[in-house]
């Protein structure tokens, strides 16, 4: 078929590839540039070249008992934000997805409206109305701001797993006579599994990157490590923050390593 | 998702209200527009911080999408799977990075001192200041959009079939003509369904105005937290943000019906 290639075809494959290309460097070059920076000895961001080599950023982030603190909160938060959202996206998936009931298309925009209001709208409101309530406790305030944003996402990755799902191999079940959560534990789950570890994966990256939220919610105990380190970016500028993102950045990668060997990056991103 | 609905009326509420000078947030029966008028009836300032927010995002999401877009073309269509995979891994791992991270990179590149200056003076040039300009958040948020923007147009894409591709190029198409009248048009309602979707995580970034527009550039989002973090003013920042999100609905639903409308005509 090569007859079929014309000079606009080439002149557009070139053109593609050097788009892509282009992009590609675009997205990788910044994260050397801060690679760079963590390992530079003067203690404010001056003048290429580096003037020598060291790891003090490192120690004086991971020495940082406020860091420290941030992250472990995060941690904790974005670990029970998207265990729960989880397990609430595979109920309301599954009955949205199953059953036909009055008022569904409304739960489902209700569930889905956190995504259209900006996390900033959404920390301010959540900030006064929990005030309102009384509540007082930070880490159950970001608790609750951190599992309405990342809901959205798990909702819409368990959803589009068990859409396109052979109904099927349900009916099998059931016809052999296993009871309805028999068949929802020892066929739905398992199928659906890649979407339910996406969905995880999603909630819990959404909020462990989450400040527009979490920075109204936050009190001067009870900090995020992305607030800690907004708040720090915002006086100094020294590279802690490069070593914490470098930190930050290789851990993310390790768990993207994980990702690959256990569902496959091509099932995560719907390939 | 309760406190979520409850905390949404509570503001719409609460704009409606009194500021009270060092108050703090409280719930009365007064009904006044006070807030409304102060910000959008006495000045243009905040129409300004509104066409920022919405020029800067509406620029970066263009720019982003035409880039994410071969991107997705290649992790789908690509022949090497070499290529896919350095590309979807690139975009994920992207994807992942934090956003402080992200914009901590760029303030190291476009800073008074960061890696451009740098090569600038060291070819002779003078120093420039990069940050605080519109440029800055734009190259700032396209960075930020262009994985979401990649993710999002995958499904689109992948939703047309190969074969009628296949066809178009059997029955003598060039790559071009199969491309603009197959592939582009059968993966466009997918398509502006995505832009709007990455217009609307644009529209409300916070943390990367908040750096790269050094206090020079505002965009809604921190408006809306300086009213919080600075004068505390509770009604201020709540019709404010009844704005924002009000601007943002219209402009999605907006767009995205004159588009689609649009669509049908060309079929």
């Known amino acids: 078929m090569a007859s079929h290639y014309s000079i606009t075809d080439r002149l557009g ?95 489902n925009t209700i569930f889905l409206s956190p995504m259209i ?37 798990a909702i819409r990755t368990v959803s589009a797993t068990l859409v396109g799902f052979d109904r099927s191999l349900e009916e099998a079940a059931l016809n052999l006579r296993a009871t309805p959560v028999q068949t929802f534990l020892k066929v739905t789950l398992p199928l659906i599994k890649p979407g339910v570890i996406a969905a995880v994966v999603f909630a819990f990256a959404t909020s462990l990157d989450d400040v527009a939220v979490s920075i109204f919610l936050v009190d001067p105990f009870t900090t995020t490590l992305p607030v800690a380190l907004f708040a720090y970016m915002k006086a100094k500028f020294d590279p802690t923050v490069a070593a914490a993102s470098i930190l930050l950045t290789g851990f993310t990668f390790g768990f993207i390593l994980a990702l690959e060997k256990t569902l496959g990056l091509d099932r995560f991103a719907g390939i | 998702m309760f406190p979520f609905l409850g905390a949404l009326v509570m503001l719409i509420v609460e704009s409606f209200q009194t500021y009270i000078h060092g108050g703090i947030i409280q719930v009365s029966y007064s009904f006044t527009l006070e807030n409304y008028v102060t910000y959008f009836g006495k000045t243009f300032v905040y129409y300004g911080f509104l066409w920022d927010t919405i020029r800067l995002a509406g620029i970066a999401v263009v720019i982003s999408v ?83 923007a990649t993710l999002a147009l995958i499904g689109p894409i992948k939703n047309v079939d ?102 049908r005509g060309f079929r």
Do not use: C
């Not at chain 2, 505390?232 to 943002?248: E, I, M, R, W």
């Open chain 2, 162 to 263: 190969p074969l009628l591709e296949q066809g178009a190029m059997n029955l003598g198409a060039t790559m071009t003509k199969t491309f603009l009248r197959i592939t582009l048009p059968l993966s466009m309602p997918g398509i502006i369904a995505s832009t709007l979707l990455v217009y609307a995580i644009g529209v409300s970034s916070f943390i990367i105005p908040a750096f790269l527009g050094r206090g020079l550039v505002f965009m809604m989002a921190n408006v809306i937290y300086k009213r919080f973090s600075e004068t505390f003013n509770y009604p201020g920042g709540a019709a404010l943000s009844v704005v924002l999100v009000g601007t943002t609905l219209f402009m999605a639903y907006g767009i995205g019906a004159i588009m689609m409308k649009k669509m």
């Open chain 1, 117 to 153: 209001v900006p996390e900033v709208v959404t920390g301010f409101a959540l900030l006064g109305f929990l005030t309102i309530l009384g509540l007082r406790a930070s880490f159950v305030k970001l608790l609750i701001g951190h599992i309405i944003i990342v809901l959205p996402y």
């Open chain 2, 66 to 148: 035409l880039m994410a877009y071969p991107m997705a073309y290649k992790i789908i269509r690509s022949k090497s799977k070499m290529v896919k995979k350095i590309l979807l891994t690139t975009t994920i791992a992207l994807f992942f990075v934090s956003t402080t991270t992200k914009v901590y990179s760029w303030v190291v590149i476009l800073g008074d001192a960061g890696v451009v200056n740098s090569i600038m003076m060291f070819l002779g040039f003078h120093q420039t200041r990069y940050l605080g300009s519109d440029a800055a958040i734009i190259i700032g948020l396209i960075y930020f959009l262009i994985p979401i």
């Open chain 1, 13 to 107: 494959r070139v053109a593609v590839s050097v788009v892509l290309a282009f992009t590609f460097l675009f997205l990788v070059l910044p994260l050397a540039a801060t690679l760079m920076i963590s390992f530079d000895p003067r203690a404010y961001l001056a003048y290429l070249p580096l003037p020598g080599f060291s790891l003090r950023w490192y120690q004086s982030f991971l020495e940082s008992p406020r860091f420290m603190d941030g992250l472990r909160i995060s941690l904790l938060i974005g670990g029970i934000a998207a265990m729960t959202s989880t397990i609430v996206a595979i109920f309301a998936s599954y009955s949205m997805v199953r059953y036909d009931f009055k008022g569904k298309e409304t739960l």
